[in-house]
T-cell receptor, first 114, second 113 residues
Framework: DTAVSQTPKYLVTQMGNDKSIKCEQNLGHDTMYWYKQDSKKFLKIMFSYNNKELIINETVPNRFSPKSPDKAHLNLHINSLELGDSAVYFC?????????????FGPGTRLTVL | DAKTTQPNSMESNEEEPVHLPCNHSTISGTDYIHWYRQLPSQGPEYVIHGLTSNVNNRMASLAIAEDRKSSTLILHRATLRDAAVYYCILRRNSGGSNYKLTFGKGTLLTVNP
């Protein structure tokens, strides 16, 4: 069973389009995250949700809107896609977000904006 | 989060031990030392974490200096599957939830057959 899953794995789209990436975790965790890994391989946190409530928003453009319909899901919707949004997006989850908690990452979604 | 410094890259031979260093001279008393690794084309995965004492698990060992200003991740017998980018991360236990992981550049470990 996959602990943290993301769909789609690959996403190729045109500039200006709107797209969504879905994330689901079956670990019963309370906290979920979105990270972005750019072409230089730097991994940066974008958002964090705890029990469906937004906790961390790391100055991400408001074209990015996370949505958490329940504790097990954290989706990422991106409006008006730009070339600079091309990256690999990772979803992660953790039991409660504490300093000793392990974060479990999904396999990533490679977004290419043409 | 306090800053960590790691070598950009290291090389090892298969079945030999690997010692991956990390400097964290500004670490505070409540910072936990975590190691994650990212295999090619995969998401990061947890390796090990510790606070003050050395730690062992099935994947690796973590040796923490007495002053906690540095630590070393030890892979006892490297395999080709251990080729990855290894990240040393400090996480502060200051109350509240949602401690984010702040990734640096990490160390790219190459394992030669």
């Amino acid at each position: 069973d996959t602990a943290v899953s993301q769909t789609p794995k690959y996403l190729v789209t045109q500039m200006g389009n709107d797209k969504s990436i879905k994330c689901e975790q079956n670990l019963g965790h309370d906290t979920m995250y979105w990270y972005k890994q750019d072409s230089k391989k730097f991994l940066k946190i974008m958002f964090s949700y705890n029990n469906k409530e937004l906790i961390i928003n790391e100055t991400v453009p408001n074209r990015f809107s996370p949505k958490s319909p329940d504790k097990a899901h954290l989706n990422l919707h991106i409006n008006s896609l730009e070339l600079g949004d091309s990256a690999v997006y990772f979803c992660a989850s953790t039991p409660s977000g504490g300093a000793t908690d392990t974060q479990y990452f999904g396999p990533g979604t490679r977004l290419t904006v043409l | 989060d306090a800053k960590t410094t790691q070598p950009n890259s290291m090389e090892s031979n298969e079945e030999e031990p690997v010692h991956l260093p990390c400097n964290h001279s500004t670490i505070s008393g409540t910072d936990y030392i975590h190691w994650y690794r990212q295999l090619p084309s995969q998401g990061p995965e947890y390796v090990i974490h510790g606070l003050t004492s050395n730690v062992n698990n099935r994947m690796a060992s973590l040796a923490i200096a007495e002053d906690r200003k540095s630590s070393t991740l030890i892979l006892h017998r490297a395999t080709l599957r251990d080729a990855a980018v290894y990240y040393c991360i400090l996480r502060r236990n200051s109350g509240g939830s949602n401690y984010k992981l702040t990734f640096g550049k990490g160390t790219l470990l190459t394992v030669n057959p």
